[in-house]
């Protein structure tokens, strides 16, 4: 018997408005609204209250620790258990105690993640340049404040610095830390917000106050004077170039490249690391060299260990009977991260806006907070000394008639009227009666009216002196370069990191230990570099390329040859290809902008390779111009890797055409108009910085746009555009001569 069919219940359910999830709904909002509802509090949250410092060099977490453990009395008392220090820090910081401690660990002496660390340890906090090092647990360590906190905290009770409150308001806390010195400049610092991140590296203590005083004395005080380079606590050595460096004292932005120390026992026939670049970790390294000496890359290396103790960092690299030490470390330095760059992106918050800015302009921020931070604290003193001298001016005219003050006192029938009788007895206010009326009668005596007459002076002395203060810049200055001189001779910071320009260095002397053997090269019109071997050519030639991307450049090269890569920031960069791997035709490539470091938003015009330099250039510019120069123009005697200033600012470059000897050229125009012309009308220049000569004339709204060798075109009208004269207007390209070279050209 088929069973009854039962009817479905239809279940209605309720909307409760204060409970979710229980019908969702779909709600048509514009995606700017849901951004600004919902993204941007997140970002700015990150930005403004956890990544990026401030001017006092630190974020809120290192704050609020800071904070917490000066309130325990751990800068003048004894260490406590790493626990308890976190635990009292949750009362302002809503984070968990993971968190903390780790704000705790790199801000530690142990770790060596500060030059001057601000947290005094005992026990294992770990190792910044170890990524296996691990730190131990809050309950074995201990902790207090290290010494130099006392200039952060100096005048934190002189109301220098706002007060706000915390996460739940129940408290109060330092918006800013009234730091004695330009901490954000010393101590380095890196955060990753949301859209932006900072990555701020460290400078030598006393280098930072030597240049806050010349800066303070002089705004257009050089800065690289005095500030050497960055100072790292991991030590090692600055491979820096000059115009570099002071680019990033100008900008804010650049990159550095550092490499490790390192020592030769010839007894032992081993190599000791003892200082590596602050970027990289022991782990890392070892890594990179084993990977080497696996594919046969390093053969000098029987072994290598880490031996790594209380005394210090240090790896061991034991070497095969007659190995060069010096040839191996050069190689070392160039393929593994014993030579690793550090990017600075200079980015701090000013008054809640984040701003990438130059070391002078960090600066003059600085002392501008510096200045209104003693200017309050001055005032505060001010106040404090004026309502002292209040109290002995009402004294002083009481001590003057005693007899009359007791008379008063004693015939008052009620305590409540004291003060007031004595208001109207002596003509004092209300404040100076009751600090009378609470004498002790034993302090009626001619010594203490003496004492007190006497102090009413050194007030009225001290009084003028802070206003006169407060009215003179020159005098504010004055106390905050005593401030800093007084810093440099209490907390002695010799330099960790050694300097050496990279003009300074000699060229490699590892090209013999380079294979060298022919390689096709491939440039794109993005800047991806492709090496590829004729071998690897010959089983696959088609090319890849991103989508929208195509080939700009392929020329034979070597696996020895040198690279000039000129970019539109008038910058050319100088590469081996030897630092490229082989590769094949399937894949993208390398990214130059990525792999030679450039600027953001720099782009690759074109690679050339100068073989021995001999030959010559004609740089092609948007108005027309051309420029003729040496190659050897671009020869330098060192290692240094960039070049700036490398041609001509004054119109954008267009192409290159290298030249071994005399032949002919066809430059074409935005409004399809083409000449043909020998490059024996071009004279060579001896200045990079030259405008070049007139090659076409252009109207106003049209632009150069290629040149190229006459036979690398499709022109067969070759009278037509051919000019004996320059410059020149050229002719209007016929059908027939927009050959299909000439259409893949002026498509690009």
Not at 124 to 129: D, E, H, L, R
Not at 412 to 436: C, H, W, Y
Request: charged share 30%; with cysteine; hydrophobic share 40%.
């Amino acid at each position: 018997m088929a069973k009854k069919k039962t009817e479905e219940r239809t279940v209605h359910r309720t909307a409760y408005p204060n409970v979710m999830g229980l019908r969702g709904t779909v709600v048509d909002q514009a995606i700017t609204e849901t951004l600004d509802a919902n993204y941007m509090p997140y970002a700015m949250s990150v930005i403004v209250s956890r990544a990026i410092p401030e001017i006092d060099g630190f974020k809120p977490s290192h704050r609020k620790l800071l904070y917490t453990m000066y309130k325990m009395g751990l800068l003048t008392g004894g260490r406590t258990k790493s626990a308890n220090i976190v635990g009292q820090t949750m009362r302002l910081n809503p984070h968990g105690d993971a968190a903390i401690y780790e704000t705790m660990v790199r801000l530690a002496k142990g770790n060596e993640s500060l030059l001057h660390p601000f947290v005094d340890s005992k026990g294992n906090f770990g190792k910044v340049y170890s990524r296996d090092m691990a730190y131990a647990a809050s309950r074995y360590t201990e902790a207090k404040l290290a010494p130099i906190c006392a200039e952060l905290f100096r005048d934190l009770d002189c109301d220098a610095v706002d007060f706000v409150d915390n996460y739940d308001g129940t408290m109060k806390e330092p918006a800013l830390l009234p730091t004695t010195f330009p901490n954000v400049l010393v101590s380095a610092n890196q955060g990753i917000a949301v859209g932006m991140a900072s990555q701020i590296c460290g400078f030598n203590l006393a280098e930072v106050c030597d240049t806050t005083i010349a800066y303070l004395k002089n705004p257009d005080h050089d800065i690289a004077s005095t500030l050497l380079a960055p100072d790292f606590p991991t030590g090692g050595q600055i491979i820096c170039d000059e115009d570099e460096l002071r680019r990033i004292y100008a900008t804010g932005r650049g990159g550095l490249k550092v490499r490790a120390r390192w020592r030769y026992d010839k007894k032992e026939n081993v190599i000791e690391v003892y200082e590596i670049p602050y970027s990289t970790s022991i782990e890392v390294i070892l890594d990179k060299v084993a990977e080497l000496v696996k594919a046969g890359k390093v053969k000098e290396i029987s072994d290598m260990r880490d031996e790594t103790d209380l005394g210090g960092l240090k790896l061991a690299i034991d070497l095969k009977r007659g190995a060069d030490p010096e040839k191996l470390m050069a190689k070392l330095f160039k393929s593994t991260p014993l030579m690793d760059s550090f990017a600075c992106n200079f980015n701090i918050l000013i008054a809640g806006t984040p701003r990438v800015m130059g070391v002078r302009e960090i600066l003059s921020e600085w002392t501008a907070w510096r200045l209104d931070c003693v200017k309050r604290r001055i005032y505060f003193d001010l106040g404090r000394k004026k309502e002292k001298l209040h109290l002995l001016l009402g004294l002083g005219k009481i001590l003057l008639d005693i007899d009359k003050a007791i008379a008063i006192i004693r015939n008052t029938e009620r305590e409540a009227d004291v003060v007031p009788n004595l208001m109207s007895g002596f003509g004092i206010d209300k404040v100076q009666a009751e600090f009378v009326a609470e004498i002790k009668l034993r302090n009626i005596n001619r010594e203490y009216i003496l004492k007190r007459t006497a102090e009413t002076e050194d007030l009225e002395r001290d009084i003028a002196e802070l206003e006169a203060t407060l009215q003179s810049r020159r005098k504010l200055q004055n106390i905050i370069i005593k401030e800093l001189e007084r810093i440099i001779k209490d907390y002695p910071s010799p330099r960790r990191t050694g300097v050496v320009y990279a003009d300074e260095l000699p060229e490699d002397a590892e090209e013999e230990q380079v294979e060298d053997y022919p390689v096709r090269v491939f440039v794109s019109r993005e800047g991806y570099l492709k090496k590829i071997t004729p071998q690897s050519l010959r089983m696959a030639s088609e090319q890849k390329y991103k989508e929208g991307d195509g080939p700009a450049a392929e020329f034979d090269s070597s696996n020895r040859a040198e690279l000039l890569v000129f970019t539109d920031r008038q910058q050319v960069y100088k590469t081996r290809l030897a630092d490229f791997e082989d590769t094949k035709a399937s894949v993208l490539g390398v990214y130059l902008p990525g792999k030679l470091g450039m600027d953001e938003g720099e782009r690759v015009v074109q690679v050339i390779d100068p073989g021995d330099y001999s030959g010559q250039l004609l740089l092609f510019f948007e108005n027309g111009k051309a420029a003729r120069l040496m190659l050897s123009a671009y020869e330098t005697k060192t290692n240094r890797k960039k070049l700036l200033n490398a041609y001509s600012d004054k119109s954008p470059l267009v192409c290159i055409v290298q030249l071994t000897e005399e032949l002919e050229l066809a430059a074409f125009s935005t409004e399809g108009r083409a000449i043909i012309f020998s490059t024996a009308l071009l004279a060579p220049k001896t200045s990079r910085s030259t405008q070049g000569v007139g090659v076409m004339t252009m109207k106003p709204k049209y632009k150069l746009r290629a040149a190229r060798p006459l036979h690398e075109t499709g022109i067969k009208n070759l009278s037509r555009y051919r000019v004996r004269s320059l410059p020149a207007a050229g002719a209007l390209l016929r059908e027939e001569d927009r050959g299909e070279k000439q259409l893949s050209l002026l498509e690009e």
